[in-house]
């Protein structure tokens, strides 16, 4: 026993897209929250590095005294300080004044803050740092430390230096900075998610409703109508070819319905009027004469049978590609006068003028002289269709244009109404007035067309009005 395999669960339009959409966005943003921390970072140590310098200096101008020496007063703490809050320091730098030679000539009493162990760690550096003015420290288990000098100067002279040690993890503390990027990123994320939100929606919208829409349309109901199109160009031709469909497909079954009741009306009829005729003459209710009437009536009716049966089977034929097309090479002008004369006498009421008109050159055509027939033939057919009782004119026109030739079969008569003009190359359609003055299947039109399509040319409604109707079929030439 089969059973049909279970279908993967499948998530909606919307959701399916947002949820990636939101993924991608959030790890869009981690990305650029580290990259910012980062940099946020490095420039705020430079930044604060590069106003411990500017406190140095001050601190370096201050201590000299008038006679060119050194005098720490005990108040530069207290100007250390100040100056550390503007840097938004926890703690402030560990300041201290060392001679030329590296000696530590300050004491806590001069200066306080900074980390454990600074000035120790500061009587082991070399006096050439002093001239570097930055360079980074190892304090051991305290981490790196950022040291800055500026010399004391009388004059031309150098004193001494000011040296201010800052660890890295105090100058990298910027709480306030990653609190305003937090926000930032996570306002982005949120207006980013309800704008992606929103478009998602916008856009599986109109997606949603043709899908259901194909849902009625499977279920076999063609009477839809979907909603205004979108304004985006691949949703609008989206919706509008499925609503093409859905009328096509409504009209097709609207054909169906009266190809069903006219072929069965247009079989029923011959079949009847044979089978009474027939069974009259069987029962011998009519003379000798009359018998013999009634059965070339009733072999006309099988005729026109055959022939609608035959335009069935030959347009099923050629619709699969069956029917072959044996082309040769054959004068146009000497087949169009050829068909149309042929035509002209099986005319047996000629109560209309027939018109024929070939250039003085000879074209010369590959085609398929019974196919090409078949095409004029259901053409004239048409167009005298279409002339009133007594009178009108046809024209049949062979010419030129550029790498091709055209045959234009033209007439006088009342013309295709317009609502009906786009659909008569519709298979089974039939003009609402064609129904009522003549029978048949509506298939003469559509395999005339394929036909020409199959020599690679065309056939084509060139014109209809009040004044007449003119249908064009055109062949490529040698």
């Known amino acids: 026993m089969f059973t049909k395999a279970k279908e993967p669960g499948r998530q909606t339009l919307l959701r399916y897209w947002t949820t990636r959409y939101l993924i991608t966005l959030v790890v869009g943003l981690l990305v650029i929250a580290l990259i910012s921390a980062i940099w946020i970072r490095k420039t705020t140590i430079d930044n604060r590095l590069n106003l411990t310098q500017?406190?140095?200096?001050?601190?370096?101008?201050?201590?000299?005294?008038?006679?060119?020496?050194i005098l720490i007063p005990p108040v530069l703490k207290d100007v250390v300080e100040e100056r550390s809050k503007l840097l938004n320091l926890d703690e402030p730098p560990s300041t201290f004044v060392v001679d030329p030679e590296g000696n530590v000539l300050s004491d806590k009493n001069h200066f306080r803050g900074g980390p454990p162990g600074a000035q120790p760690q500061a009587q082991k550096i070399s006096t050439t740092f002093f001239e570097k003015r930055k360079v980074e420290i190892d304090l051991g288990e305290e981490g790196k430390a950022y040291a800055i000098s500026q010399p004391v100067k009388n004059g031309d002279d150098v004193l001494g230096y000011v040296v201010m040690l800052n660890l890295e993890k105090d100058l990298g503390k910027v709480n306030q900075e990653y609190r305003l990027l937090a926000i930032l990123l996570v306002s982005l994320g949120l207006l980013g998610w309800l704008v992606i939100y929103y478009l998602s929606r916008k856009l599986s919208a109109p997606i949603s409703e043709v899908a259901s829409a194909a849902r009625v349309v499977s279920e076999g109901n063609y009477n839809v109508s979907l909603k205004e199109p979108a304004k985006e160009k691949e949703i609008y031709?989206?919706?509008?070819?499925?609503?093409?469909m859905a009328e096509k497909l409504q009209h097709l079954e609207q054909l169906r319905s009266e190809l069903l009741a006219g072929v069965t009306h247009d079989l029923?009829?011959?079949?009847?009027?044979?089978?009474?005729?027939?069974?009259?003459?069987?029962?011998?209710?009519?003379?000798?004469?009359?018998?013999?009437?009634?059965?070339?009536?009733?072999?006309?009716?099988?005729d026109r049978l055959q022939r609608m049966i035959g335009d069935l089977l030959d347009f099923n034929s050629f619709s699969s590609g069956a029917i072959p097309v044996r082309k040769e090479t054959v004068s146009m002008n000497d087949l169009v006068y050829d068909i149309v004369n042929q035509w002209k006498q099986t005319q047996v009421k000629e109560s209309f003028r027939l018109e024929v008109e070939t250039p003085p050159e000879d074209m010369e055509a590959d085609v398929d002289p019974l196919r090409v027939e078949q095409i004029l033939i259901n053409l004239l057919n048409n167009a005298r269709q279409a002339l009133p009782e007594a009178g009108g004119r046809l024209r049949v026109k062979l010419e030129r244009k550029g790498d091709s030739c055209t045959v234009s079969v033209s007439d006088t008569g009342s013309g295709i109404p317009e609502a009906e003009q786009a659909l008569v190359f519709e298979r089974f359609y039939r003009g609402e007035d064609k129904k009522l003055k003549t029978r048949g299947l509506g298939l003469g039109l559509p395999f005339s067309r394929m036909l020409a399509q199959a020599h690679g040319g065309s056939l084509r409604l060139e014109r209809s009005s009040s004044e007449g109707t003119m249908f064009v079929v055109e062949f490529p030439i040698r």
Request: charged share 30%.
């Open 268 to 302: 029923k009829t011959p079949v009847t009027s044979i089978s009474g005729l027939i069974q009259a003459v069987k029962d011998k209710v009519v003379t000798e004469d009359e018998a013999k009437e009634f059965l070339d009536i009733s072999l006309k009716e099988v």
């Open 237 to 244: 031709e989206l919706v509008d070819s499925f609503q093409q």
């Open 54 to 69: 500017v406190m140095a200096q001050e601190l370096a101008d201050r201590i000299v005294t008038e006679d060119g020496q």
